[in-house]
Every structure is written in C-alpha cells, then in structure tokens.
C-alpha cells in the first residue's frame, strides 16, 4: 500500500512524499536504480538483501537502511522468508542534520533497533491515517518528525562516525539557530549540546576552532545585541529588556552588558536616542 503526498511549500525543511508497507513475495526487487528523494527502509519481518555502493548487506527484522537521492540502489527480498517492511520518502532543507543525528549517511545506509515500539506505532500510525481533516499534513509531518526523533534516540550513543568540514558547520549553524530562537530562555550549553545531538566537550571545540569564540561567549554577547536593540524602544525599562534577553538579574545583565558593549544600559540608552546638535 502505498500513499502519496501532494507538495506543499508550507513544509519545505521536511516533506513527507509518500509512505506505506509491503508485505513482499520471494525474490520481490527493486533496482537497480536511483531515487531522487530519500527514503528509509524498516523491516517489520523476515530478511533480504540491499546494494549500494558496492557494498551488499544481508538483514533481517529489525534492521532498516537509507536511500540518499541520485545513489544507484537495489533490494530484494529472501526467497525462503521474505521481508514485509514499511518506508517513508521525504526531502527537505532539515533533511540533512536529521539523517546525521541519526548516525546515518550514504557510506552508513544501515540501523538496528533493539527497542522498535515506538518506531512500529508511529508508522502504524502514519499509514493507518486518512486526510479527513484540515490538519492531516501537518498531523504527518508532525509522526514524521516523530521517527526521525526514535531514530536519533537510539542512535548508538558509542558510534563516532567521521564528521566531514560541512558536517561541522552544519552542527554550528544548528547552534546559531537555537541560540537565536531562544536566547530568551534560561538556556545552557548543555541543553544547546542535547538539542544538537553532541558531547558537550566535542561541541564546544567544534565551535570554537569554528566561530573563534565559546558557545557562552557567542550567547552573551548575542543576547547584549540583541538587549542593545531594545534600548531603543522608550516604552521598555531597564528591567523588561533583562528579562527579554533571558536575564532574571537585572544588576547582572547590566554588569554583562557594560562588559559587552562600554555602557551601561541606561548610558548606552541616552547616547542613542539623544537628539543630535544643530549645525549653523
């Protein structure tokens, strides 16, 4: 059974194409050939083989395996005890970090989950749905979502595959844009490291050798620009602009500020907005 998606721009950092299960006859295959969107594999029962990049891969219940656009594939399932799987097809800008959170990569096509419940229930739930409502493509998205996070949960947290230049700033602009979205928020480096899949250790020389500052650094002074914008708006006190740069203390925001920026807050405030001199 195989259901389609129709594209949508709404959701264009991850797009559900289509998606279904195939309980397969003896020596069922495909290939080879060559998609021009990704596509995950995950095997409900039974054994077969996949090809691709020369390299051939027997596996069984339990096991799914990656197909990246443009690569020649082939899959075929056992003639003895043929594999019934379920796949999802998708692209999209976040595609990328999602497949590298995962431990997933063309030259490493291949998982295992030792613990498939949640992965089962949210295909289950995925292929059992009906677009009977408003809501249904961004209910799919949403379980799509949901696998990509079962994957990245039990990824092997002792696999360390190669992370090439791209993949490293990748995990920076990922950094960068949590930081942005919620400077706001009592966040940590820490929680930045778990959002982005990483040792906190790792992460931080990763960025630093990077960027040439620390994620701390990188955040303070983000949240003193950002409070340095909101200087400018009369309505806000001192206190508000603390606050909404996630700084509960407001003695210590202005310590961080006059650090970061010369002035202190109401200084940096008055020679700002103070009128300029008349010119004879």
């Known amino acids: 059974m195989i259901t389609y998606m129709f594209k949508n721009n709404q959701f264009e950092e991850?797009?559900?194409?289509?998606?279904?299960?195939?309980?397969?006859?003896?020596?069922?295959?495909?290939?080879?050939?060559m998609r021009d969107y990704y596509k995950i594999h995950y095997i409900?029962?039974?054994?077969?083989?996949?090809?691709?990049?020369?390299?051939?891969?027997?596996?069984?219940?339990?096991?799914?395996?990656?197909?990246?656009?443009?690569?020649?594939?082939?899959y075929e399932a056992d003639q003895n005890e043929p594999w019934e799987y379920s796949w999802v097809a998708?692209?999209?800008?976040?595609?990328?970090?999602?497949?590298?959170?995962?431990?997933?990569?063309?030259?490493?096509?291949?998982?295992?989950l030792h613990n498939d419940d949640e992965l089962r229930s949210c295909l289950h739930r995925m292929i059992s749905s009906r677009n009977t409502h408003k809501g249904w493509e961004i209910s799919m998205t949403g379980l799509l979502y949901q696998f990509f996070a079962v994957l990245i949960d039990q990824a092997s947290e002792t696999s360390h595959p190669v992370v090439q230049d791209y993949t490293k700033d990748t995990?920076?602009?990922?950094?960068?844009?949590?930081?942005?979205?919620?400077?706001?928020?009592?966040?940590?480096?820490?929680?930045?490291?778990?959002?982005?899949?990483?040792?906190?250790?790792?992460?931080?020389?990763l960025f630093k050798d990077l960027i040439g500052s620390s994620i701390q650094s990188y955040l303070v002074n983000y949240r003193m620009r950002r409070a340095a914008e909101?200087?400018?708006?009369?309505?806000?006190?001192?206190?508000?602009?603390?606050?909404?740069?996630?700084?509960?203390?407001?003695?210590?925001?202005?310590?961080?500020?006059?650090?970061?920026?010369?002035?202190?807050?109401?200084?940096?405030?008055?020679?700002?907005?103070?009128?300029?001199?008349?010119?004879?």
Do not use: W
């Open 171 to 205: 995990y920076v602009t990922q950094v960068i844009d949590f930081i942005e979205m919620n400077y706001a928020n009592a966040i940590t480096v820490q929680a930045i490291a778990s959002h982005v899949g990483l040792q906190r250790s790792y992460l931080c020389s």
């Open 90 to 112: 998708f692209q999209g800008s976040n595609v990328v970090s999602l497949i590298q959170q995962a431990c997933l990569s063309e030259q490493r096509p291949i998982f295992e």
């Open 44 to 74: 409900l029962n039974g054994k077969g083989t996949f090809q691709v990049g020369g390299q051939t891969y027997k596996l069984h219940k339990g096991q799914g395996f990656l197909i990246v656009p443009h690569s020649v594939v082939s």
């Open 230 to 280: 909101l200087t400018l708006d009369p309505s806000l006190s001192i206190g508000d602009i603390s606050r909404s740069v996630g700084y509960l203390d407001q003695l210590l925001f202005s310590k961080m500020f006059k650090k970061v920026m010369g002035q202190s807050p109401t200084q940096y405030r008055k020679q700002k907005t103070a009128p300029s001199p008349l010119r004879s």
């Open 14 to 33: 991850l797009q559900l194409l289509h998606y279904g299960t195939e309980p397969c006859t003896p020596g069922h295959s495909f290939g080879p050939a």
